[in-house]
């Protein structure tokens, strides 16, 4: 057993609500190790500082989360693919020469979530992608390289253009492309992905009823102590298998955590636990 206490955080702003503290700490429990890990409030402005300080006093890991992940991503010396293609990180530490290097683990965290979690394939399957922003363009390349390009993948977008550029930039791993919202197929996907933000605004994203069979998997990135906008509008559609991005949130974190210290917890029980939490809680964590 590792008698050191090992020091992480989250960086964000706003970080209030961040439940990687309670995830981190019930995986340390959970592998027999002793790690603190704080939530940390960084001024818009002051990323970079924050980050080296926080290494330079003996850190040994962060994650990152929104507004910043692109400016991380920027700051890295060393950046996995994944990040790459991703154009963004989520988990940050320093090699051995002290250089900032990068991972992104949210595409695997949504990946694992679907499929080991919901027994979701996605081989030969239909998916459409609602949002076209930092989200989406984290678990395209994940996406595209767990069903070997067999699935066929639509990205619609409020705003075309932006959806037409990622479907561009990853069309050499598979079948994806973009369409207009008022040109959407009225078929039907077997996986609908919201990865807008329109439920932060309490709005929920276009869900026509042609797109929905009676095995249709709606899944929203976003997780909160009662059904989100989208999970409401699918959930009056009839949906059956719908669900938030908690269990996303717990996979990502146990990827990184197994990033720094080499020992992969099981997420299960931790995602239980942050379910009941959450139940508890009176506000969006
Ligand atoms: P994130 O990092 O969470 O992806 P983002 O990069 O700001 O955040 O992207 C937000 C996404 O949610 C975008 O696709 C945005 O659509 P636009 O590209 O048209 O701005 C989408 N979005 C935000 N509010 C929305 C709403 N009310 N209805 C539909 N889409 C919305």
């Known amino acids: 057993m590792n008698t050191q206490t090992d020091r992480y955080a989250v960086m964000g702003?706003?970080?209030?609500?961040?439940l990687s503290p309670m995830i981190h700490h019930a995986?340390?429990?959970?592998?027999?190790?002793?790690?603190?890990?704080e939530k940390i409030k960084v001024p818009l402005d002051g990323l970079a500082e924050a980050i080296s300080s926080f290494f330079a006093e003996g850190g040994k890991g962060l994650n990152i989360t929104v507004p910043f992940k692109q400016e991380a991503y920027n700051l890295c010396c060393h950046l996995t693919d994944r990040a790459q293609q991703a154009n963004a990180v989520n988990t940050l530490y320093w090699n051995e020469d002290q250089q900032l290097c990068g991972d992104n683990t949210d595409g695997t965290g949504l990946l694992r979530d679907l499929t080991q979690n919901l027994s979701q394939i996605l081989a030969e399957q239909r998916i459409l992608i609602l949002g076209a922003g930092g989200a989406v363009r984290g678990i395209l390349g994940p996406f595209l390289f767990?069903?070997?390009g067999s699935a066929e993948i639509l990205i619609l977008n409020r705003t075309y253009s932006k959806a037409a550029l990622l479907a561009e930039q990853f069309q050499h791993?598979?079948?994806?492309?973009?369409?207009?919202?008022?040109?959407?197929?009225?078929?039907a996907f077997d996986?609908?992905?919201?990865?807008?933000?329109?439920?932060?605004s309490g709005e929920a994203p276009l869900l026509l009823p042609e797109w929905i069979a009676p095995h249709t998997l709606c899944y929203d990135m976003v997780y909160g102590n009662q059904l989100t906008p989208f999970l409401q509008a699918a959930a009056q559609q009839g949906v059956q298998r719908k669900y938030d991005g908690l269990g996303m949130l717990v996979e990502q974190a146990a990827e990184a955590f197994c990033l720094w210290r080499n020992k992969q917890p099981k997420?299960?029980?931790?995602?239980?636990?942050?379910?009941?939490?959450n139940s508890q809680s009176p506000q969006l964590s």
């Open 27 to 37: 995986f340390a429990k959970q592998v027999q190790e002793l790690i603190h890990y």
């Open 146 to 148: 767990n069903s070997q």
């Open 191 to 200: 996986l609908i992905i919201n990865a807008t933000s329109s439920g932060l």
């Open 173 to 187: 791993l598979g079948n994806i492309y973009a369409l207009p919202i008022d040109q959407a197929p009225k078929k």
């Open 267 to 277: 997420t299960a029980p931790v995602i239980r636990q942050m379910r009941q939490h």
């Open 13 to 18: 702003n706003p970080i209030e609500h961040s």
